[in-house]
C-alpha cells in the first residue's frame, strides 16, 4: 500500500472485463463532500485477471458493483483532479482492504479515502480485530528499527549489541506468532486464516506447523481456489524444511563454470541468497564474512546464490570484490526467477540454509550472530 505507483503499473497491462462469477459485490460510499472533477478507481484481483474500476464522485458519493471469486486485497483510490491513473505520482489518498461479496459502505467525514471506516464486511471487521492484537507489536517494532538506524557504526560492529537487536527481533516475532496463530485456531472459517497462514508461511515458519494450522480450517475454505494453492506451497514447502535433504541444482560461477551443490557433499555448506541491489544483504555480508573466515579451515563452505537481474552481472561481480565474498558465488541472473531461489521457495533475501555434510538442512535463515552461534555449536570456539 505504500507502493502505489508499482501496484499501479503491474494492474494496468492486465486490466480485462470480469468474468462470471457465483459473488457479487457493491460499495457504497459517502467521502465527506467531495465533487466533480474527482474521480475514484478500485483496483483488485479476479483469478488471473487485474481489475480497474472507477467511477465520479458527487457530493461524496459512489457506488462500484463488480463480481468476485473470493475475498480479494483491493485499493481505493481517490484522483481528487479527476486525473488517470498514470498521473498520480503521490501516495495521498489510498484506502487498501478486502473486497467481500454483498454490499460494504465506506465512510469518511473527511474529503480523504485514506482512513476510511469500512462496515458490512465480516473479513474487514475481522481484519481490524487482528491489527488491533498486532499494534502494539508494530510499534515496538518501529522503535527497534530506529535504534538500530540510529546506531553508531561501534554499535554495529558490536557483537552485544546486534545480539541484542537480534534477541529483541526474535521476542516480537514470537509474540507475532503466537498472535497469528491464535487468530488462526479462533477463525477457522475465515478467509483471512487463509491469509494470514500464506504469510506465516512466507514468513519462513515451519511447514509442518502451518499443516496443522491448516488442518483445522472448514472444508469449504480448504476446497477453495486459494485453500488449494496454500496446501500446494505447504507441501512444495516442505522439501526445504529442517531435516529434508537439499534439493539439488547448478548454476554457473562467475567464469560461467558450472557448479554444483551435490558437489560440495562432506562439508557443511552455507546456501546464501542475496543480491547486489539488496540494501539487507550487504548490510549482512560483513557477519557472513566474519563467520567463513573464522571456519572456513573446519569443514565449512559457503555457496553464494545471487537474485541478481539479467543486465545486472558488472553491478553483482562489483558487490562481490567490495564485500569481500572469497567463497564460491553463483548466478543465473534471472531476478526473482532465479532457479534456485524458486526451487527453495525464497520469497525474499536474505534468506538461508545450513546444510550438515550429507546435504540435510541443519538450520535457515541465521542471521548475524546466529550464524556464528550456530557454526560455534558445531565446531567449538
Not at 43 to 48: A, R, S, Y
Amino acid at each position: 500500500m505504500t507502493k502505489l505507483l508499482f501496484i499501479i503499473t503491474a494492474l494496468l497491462p492486465s486490466v480485462v472485463f470480469a468474468q462470471l462469477s457465483t459473488e457479487t459485490f457493491t460499495i457504497n460510499s459517502k467521502i465527506g463532500k467531495l465533487n466533480a472533477p474527482a474521480k475514484v478507481y478500485l483496483l483488485h484481483q479476479l483469478g488471473n485477471n487485474r481489475i480497474v474500476d472507477s467511477a465520479m464522485i458527487v457530493d461524496g458519493s459512489f457506488s462500484i458493483s463488480g463480481s468476485l471469486l473470493e475475498p480479494a486485497n483491493a485499493f481505493l483510490v481517490i484522483a481528487h483532479k479527476g486525473e488517470g491513473l498514470e498521473k498520480l505520482d503521490k501516495l495521498t489518498d489510498v484506502l487498501g482492504f478486502f473486497l467481500d461479496k454483498g454490499t460494504m459502505q465506506v465512510t469518511s467525514d473527511k474529503d480523504s479515502v485514506s482512513n476510511a471506516k469500512i462496515t458490512g464486511s465480516l473479513i474487514n471487521d475481522e481484519n481490524a480485530e487482528l491489527n488491533i492484537k498486532l499494534r502494539s507489536l508494530n510499534e515496538e517494532a518501529n522503535k527497534l528499527a530506529a535504534e538500530r538506524n540510529k546506531a553508531t557504526q561501534a554499535q554495529l560492529n558490536s557483537a552485544v549489541f546486534q545480539r541484542s537487536l537480534q534477541a529483541q527481533s526474535k521476542t516480537l516475532q514470537d509474540k507475532q506468532r503466537s498472535i497469528l496463530e491464535g487468530f488462526v485456531v479462533m477463525h477457522p472459517n475465515s478467509y483471512l486464516s487463509l491469509l494470514v497462514l500464506n504469510q506465516m508461511g512466507r514468513q519462513s515458519g515451519d511447514p509442518f506447523e502451518i499443516d496443522r494450522l491448516y488442518s483445522g480450517l472448514v472444508p469449504s475454505l480448504k476446497d477453495s481456489e486459494s485453500g488449494k494453492s496454500l496446501k500446494k506451497s505447504i507441501e512444495s514447502a516442505k522439501t526445504t524444511a529442517i531435516g529434508a535433504i537439499a534439493p539439488d541444482f547448478t548454476q554457473a560461477d562467475m567464469n560461467g563454470n558450472p557448479v554444483k551443490l551435490s558437489s560440495f557433499r562432506g562439508k557443511y555448506v552455507l546456501i546464501d541468497f542475496w543480491a547486489s541491489w539488496c540494501g539487507p544483504c550487504r548490510l549482512e555480508n560483513p557477519s557472513v564474512v566474519k563467520a567463513y573466515n573464522k571456519y572456513k579451515t573446519k569443514n565449512f563452505t559457503i555457496l553464494g546464490v545471487s537474485l541478481d537481474r539479467p543486465d545486472a552481472k558488472a553491478d553483482w561481480l562489483a558487490a562481490i570484490k567490495k564485500d569481500g565474498l572469497a567463497w564460491t558465488q553463483v548466478s543465473d541472473l534471472k531476478f526473482w526467477g532465479n532457479e534456485a531461489a524458486v526451487l527453495y521457495f525464497v520469497q525474499s533475501v536474505p534468506a538461508n540454509f545450513l546444510l550438515d555434510p550429507n546435504g540435510k538442512i541443519i538450520a535457515k535463515d541465521l542471521r548475524g550472530t546466529d550464524l556464528e552461534d550456530k557454526l560455534e555449536e558445531l565446531f567449538g570456539k
